[in-house]
């Protein structure tokens, strides 16, 4: 996968895995991925280099307090399990996965559904649940939701147009 595919920078990376984790959606790894990705990018914290050694088998609160530490460290606003904008990072998460091979369409849709349950007008997510309706009801084939689930990541992922 190319960067140029996933329009993010590190630091929000780091959010979105971060977001993803705190929701309950997925393993730590990726947080500690992005932890790693940030440092070589060039950020630097004493908290942030303690996250990028640790390993998924260290105490989640342990590594909930090292994460918070880190973003302090970095001046970050730490993802908010009830924010409706959490749900959107960590959306935002998944499709990076996705473009990032490291998921399956039916993955990112079950677990985006998942995710927003009722409320997936309100954060961007209707199109998504769309295309998984569609799949499931067989009104289109596996390659056709690849395709338009590539085309949802790709836009989530973009930067709001500046006005």
Known sequence: MEASRVNRSE???LVDATALWILGDTPVDT???????LIVAGA???ALRELAGMSDAEDPWQIRAVLGRTFDELGLEMPDAGATDTVR????ELGALLLHDRISVRELIDRARALVGDAAGTVGAAE??????ALDSGRSTAHEAQLASIDWATGYLRPPAAS
């Open 11 to 13: 630091t929000e990376a």
């Open 44 to 46: 630097d914290s004493a």
């Open 128 to 133: 998504l649940i769309e295309i998984g309706e």
């Open 89 to 92: 990072l960590a959306l935002r």
């Open 31 to 37: 947080v500690l991925e992005a932890a790693v990705d």
